[in-house]
């Protein structure tokens, strides 16, 4: 079992519509997480992080925490072709590992 | 502007030529970061370094050197470059190693 894993994708959704990407973990003992996203040929940049238990927004976006079940998610609301990207996550355990990202597709 | 600074942008060069790739950063950071990127294997942790003169290796070190002589260089040395090693490649740095990552813009090293 991968220590991080997501579906590679690619993950296609209407424009306007919610974008749900997902992530799962191996070390119970992960206390940080976080979605990067890349563009193509760009560099990751954070657009989110979580620490604790439940929700947390900040305007389209949503991450998702639940350690019991060892998963995390990012929803997008209201996709645009603007969030067209690979989205990659993020655990800080002992180390920070990254999955190996999910390619995101919003058509117009 | 904060910022880290990778150089070059892309290289090409061939099997047992030595090279270096610097990496930059101007925000006082702490931690820094080598990573490789492959298509299907994601970001790939090669060295780190939590401070000057304080480095270790990642997940995949094997064939690269890295030097943190000061706080803000944190160059990639990789003494006889072998095919393999063709990949894209990102520094990153951070106030401590569990903080939000800031990459530098890749270099896209092409071995013959």
């Known amino acids: 079992q991968k220590e991080v894993e997501q579906n590679s994708g690619p993950l296609s959704v209407p424009e306007g519509a919610i974008a749900s990407l997902n992530c799962t973990y191996s070390?119970?003992?992960?206390?940080?997480f976080f979605w990067y996203r890349q563009y193509s040929g760009k560099s990751p940049e954070l657009i989110m992080f979580i620490y604790s238990n439940g929700d947390k927004e900040d305007g389209r976006f949503t991450a998702q925490l639940n350690k019991a079940s060892q998963y995390v998610s990012l929803l997008i609301r209201d996709s645009q072709p603007s969030d067209s990207a690979t989205y990659l996550c993020?655990?800080?355990?002992?180390?920070?590992?990254f999955g190996q990202g999910t390619e995101l597709s919003v058509k117009p | 502007e904060a910022q880290v600074t990778q150089n070059p942008r892309y290289l090409i060069t061939v099997t047992g030529k030595k090279l270096t790739v610097t990496c930059s950063q101007n925000m006082n950071h702490e931690y820094m970061s080598w990573y490789r990127q492959d298509p299907g294997l994601g970001l790939r942790q090669i060295y780190y370094?939590?401070?000057?003169?304080?480095?270790d290796k990642g997940d995949v070190p094997e064939g690269y050197k890295v030097s943190r002589k000061e706080k803000r260089n944190f160059p990639l040395i990789l003494e006889s470059p072998s095919p393999n090693q063709t990949s894209l490649y990102f520094c990153a740095s951070s106030f401590g190693g569990d903080e939000k990552l800031f990459f530098g813009s890749g270099t896209q090293l092409s071995v013959l």
């Open positions: 993020a655990i800080q355990g002992g180390k920070l590992i």
């Open positions: 370094s939590m401070n000057v003169e304080v480095t």
């Open positions: 070390d119970r003992g992960s206390q940080s």
